[in-house]
Structures are given as C-alpha cells and as structure tokens.
C-alpha cells in the first residue's frame, strides 16, 4: 500500500511558511493505477526498475520496506502501468520481484 500524507502548512515567528507532515494514512498507490502508454511510460518505468534493481551505492537506501513494498504490490496485483510494461519486457518483472525478495528478507 502506498501512503497518502496530510501537509499542513505554519508559520514561523518571522513570518516563515513551513509544510509539516501532519498525518499518514494508508491509500493507493496512484502512479502505477495509470494505463500504460508505450510512449509515454517505457523508458521512464525501464529507467525507474533498472536505478531499483541495479544500483549497489546510493545516498538512499532502497531496500527499505517503504520503496520496495509499493512495487512489490503493484507487481503482484497486475497493475495497468506494470502489466502493459511487463508485456513488452517480461524479464524485468523476474527481476522486480527478486529484489523485492531480497530486499524485504534482510
């Protein structure tokens, strides 16, 4: 499941705007509930999996539960922009879910 976030916005003694996370809720994931357009979509998703899948030394750490639970679920309920980009690259869905795999284990 992805998250919705509440931002509320205060401000500072000076007079300063600050976005403050306020709330969390569970929701869907929208950006992979999108149709999947071969133009539009395939090298943004190919790129996306392959910085996930690929990428050993990064300021962020992508084996965190929060980046790979998203994917992982989208991939196993057959969502529209993963299921058309799967049809036209199926070895990359193999690839997902053994990262998913791994990284959800240790």
Not at 47 to 73: A, C, H, M, Y
Not at 77 to 95: C, N, Q, S, T
């Amino acid at each position: 499941m992805g998250r919705l976030d509440k931002i509320t916005e205060r401000r500072t003694p000076r007079g300063k705007v600050r976005r403050v996370l306020s709330s969390t809720v569970p929701g869907p994931p929208r950006r992979f509930d999108i149709p999947y357009d071969r133009k539009l979509h395939h090298r943004a998703v190919l790129e996306e999996i392959r910085n996930l899948v690929t990428q050993k030394g990064s300021r962020f750490n992508l084996r965190k539960p929060r980046i790979v639970q998203p994917w992982l679920d989208a991939t196993l309920r057959d969502a529209p922009m993963l299921k058309g980009f799967f049809a036209d690259e199926p070895k990359w869905r193999d690839k997902l879910l053994r990262w998913c795999a791994k990284a959800l284990q240790g």
